[in-house]
């Protein structure tokens, strides 16, 4: 009998790396975290201002801060009307492709793309690195591969459509470790005229050669 056929060769629905609720959640957290420090400094600024006793040093060393929070307030704003926009489904086929194969993707979307001048698709490899130096730990973050998709300002395009791409040969495979990862995603971005624009990330598992490839 032929045998079934592996359960990761399946097309699969993808989500997106971060949802709207949380994106909005995650820039309060910040923002507030970010302007209590700031402010309990700006509030001995300002005491000294009252004493009559102006702390210069600090206020101008304060200033870059304070606009920083400013900006975080802002960006609260940005990530609530963000949430609103439609919102990019995507389905790839194969569910987890090797390097080598060629995947597709499909898309449509939730709520209405109308309001979507230009849409672009593409995936993109990434290598993730973290380090210590000192008592700080940091994260780096290259990328190594970058394949279109799909771009078109074509309003009938954009609502939902397929696009295909091979992944190459000689890149790498999805990897996960300790201090090391090798991240592959979809990066959907969707221009909006006076508005915040789509941005969203779907991250897929990619698999190594196929041994069959590997045979000389």
Same mark, same amino acid.
């Given at each position: +009998?032929?045998?079934?056929?592996? @359960?990761?060769?399946?097309?699969?629905?993808?989500?997106?790396?971060?949802?709207?609720? +949380?994106?909005?959640?995650?820039?309060?957290?910040?923002?507030?975290?970010?302007?209590?420090?700031?402010?309990?400094?700006?509030?001995?600024?300002?005491? $000294?201002?009252?004493?009559?006793?102006?702390?210069?040093?600090?206020?101008?060393?304060?200033?870059?801060?304070?606009?920083?929070?400013?900006?975080?307030?802002?960006?609260?704003?940005?990530?609530?009307?963000?949430?609103?926009?439609?919102?990019?489904?995507?389905?790839?086929?194969?569910?987890?492709?090797?390097?080598?194969? @060629?995947?597709?993707?499909?898309?449509?979307?939730?709520?209405?793309?109308?309001?979507?001048? @230009?849409?672009?698709?593409?995936?993109?490899?990434?290598?993730?690195?973290?380090?210590? @130096?000192?008592? =700080? $730990?940091?994260?780096?973050?290259?990328?190594?591969?970058?394949?279109?998709?799909?771009? $078109?300002?074509?309003?009938?395009?954009?609502? $939902?459509? +397929?696009?295909?791409?091979?992944?190459?040969?000689?890149?790498?495979?999805?990897?996960?470790?300790?201090?090391? +990862?090798?991240?592959?995603?979809?990066?959907?971005?969707? =221009?909006?005229?006076?508005?915040?624009?789509?941005?969203?990330?779907?991250?897929? =598992?990619?698999?190594?050669?196929?041994?069959?490839?590997?045979?000389?």
């Amino acid at each position: +009998a032929e045998a079934a056929p592996e @359960r990761h060769e399946a097309q699969r629905v993808l989500e997106p790396e971060t949802g709207p609720v +949380a994106k909005v959640v995650g820039m309060l957290i910040f923002a507030t975290i970010w302007n209590g420090i700031v402010g309990v400094f700006v509030w001995q600024a300002y005491l $000294s201002f009252q004493r009559g006793h102006p702390d210069w040093f600090m206020t101008i060393f304060l200033t870059p801060f304070v606009l920083i929070g400013l900006g975080l307030i802002g960006g609260i704003l940005y990530t609530v009307l963000a949430a609103f926009n439609p919102r990019p489904r995507l389905t790839v086929a194969p569910a987890s492709p090797r390097l080598g194969d @060629r995947m597709r993707v499909e898309w449509t979307f939730a709520g209405s793309p109308a309001r979507i001048d @230009r849409l672009s698709i593409v995936l993109e490899g990434h290598e993730k690195a973290t380090y210590r @130096r000192g008592t =700080d $730990s940091h994260t780096d973050l290259e990328a190594f591969a970058s394949i279109p998709l799909f771009e $078109s300002s074509n309003e009938w395009e954009i609502p $939902s459509g +397929a696009a295909e791409a091979a992944i190459p040969e000689d890149t790498m495979h999805s990897f996960s470790s300790t201090n090391n +990862a090798v991240i592959w995603s979809l990066h959907v971005n969707g =221009d909006i005229p006076k508005w915040p624009d789509v941005s969203e990330s779907f991250e897929i =598992d990619v698999r190594p050669l196929d041994r069959e490839r590997l045979t000389p």
